[in-house]
């Protein structure tokens, strides 16, 4: 008897749970994650997509392909900024990521450079120097919950 009182309990809440909205970053219950790196373009091209800047509301041009995607990043951990306590994500490339993430801010210093998270455009550095090392930090995220839920998402195997 209390076994079954417990499985319609435990049926219940699942029930009352509200199912993830698709692109909801700080969704605990969601799986594995997008990350899309494209080059971004002053101006609109034949094989560019438009995009919103989730912080700013700013349009942009990106790439219709990404330059980098989750495939070349080996792991992440989150992180707080020292200075401001923000949450940020580390990101770890594998070597061919490593390779290509360096050709790619080699090539293309003083150009933006979108982070795009499950479909949305979370931050637009500019490219200073060329990143050899295959680390980049990802900030803009609104909540610890939500960095976390990144770098959960590429956890060291």
């Not at 994500?89 to 390779?99: E, I, L, N, Q, S």
Request: proline share 7%; net charge neutral; with cysteine.
């Amino acid at each position: 008897m209390r076994f079954s009182v417990l499985i319609v309990s435990l049926l219940t809440l699942a029930a009352c749970e509200t199912p993830p909205t698709p692109g909801d970053l700080s969704s605990p219950s969601a799986k594995q994650i997008s990350i899309e790196f494209h080059l971004v373009h002053d101006l609109p091209r034949a094989n560019s997509i438009e995009r919103k800047v989730e912080a700013t509301g700013e349009t942009i041009y990106l790439a219709s392909r990404p330059d980098l995607t989750e495939r070349e990043i080996d792991w992440a951990e989150m992180q707080r900024d020292p200075l401001t306590s923000r949450p940020s994500v580390a990101v770890y490339f594998t070597r061919p990521g490593t390779d290509k993430l360096a050709s790619l801010t080699r090539h293309n210093i003083g150009r933006a450079l979108a982070i795009v998270i499950d479909g949305k455009v979370l931050s637009v550095p500019y490219i200073s120097s060329e990143i050899p090392t295959g680390r980049v930090t990802i900030r803009g995220f609104q909540s610890a919950a939500e960095a976390q839920r990144v770098a959960d998402s590429f956890a060291r195997r």
